[in-house]
Nanobody
Framework: QVQLVESGGGLVQPGGSLRLSCAAS????????VSWYRQAPGKERELVAA????????NYADSVRGRFAISRDNAKNTVYLQMNSLKPEDTAVYSC?????????WGQGTQVTVSS
């Protein structure tokens, strides 16, 4: 059974940090690129960061570049999103997507709330 499970979300104060995890099972994870998306209430889904299957290439949205870092451990079938210097506008549901040509899988999402 294919699964992507996000974890690590929660409530954090502005300026704080969180590390999200996206754990995969049921498919050959190392063959897939992975993206993190977020969606805030009333807003469109936004691509936050992406990493290639080998981890050799990464991309970031301008709104998070320099604050967030995406990484992966293919031995653990897991992708991480380290989020630093969090701002209230980072509040959203964060979801991961694993993709390759002709195939994609999604997790259920994890809530991140940045508030004092």
């Amino acid at each position: 059974q294919v699964q992507l499970v996000e974890s690590g979300g929660g409530l954090v104060q502005p300026g704080g940090s969180l590390r999200l995890s996206c754990a995969a099972s049921g498919f050959t994870f190392s063959n897939y690129g992975v993206s993190w998306y977020r969606q805030a209430p009333g807003k469109e889904r936004e691509l936050v960061a992406a990493i290639s299957s080998t981890g050799g290439s990464t991309n970031y949205a301008d709104s998070v570049r320099g604050r967030f870092a995406i990484s992966r451990d293919n031995a653990k079938n897991t992708v991480y999103l380290q989020m630093n210097s969090l701002k209230p506008e980072d509040t959203a549901v964060y979801s991961c997507e694993a993709y390759r040509r002709g195939s994609e899988y999604w997790g259920q999402g994890t809530q991140v709330t940045v508030s004092s």
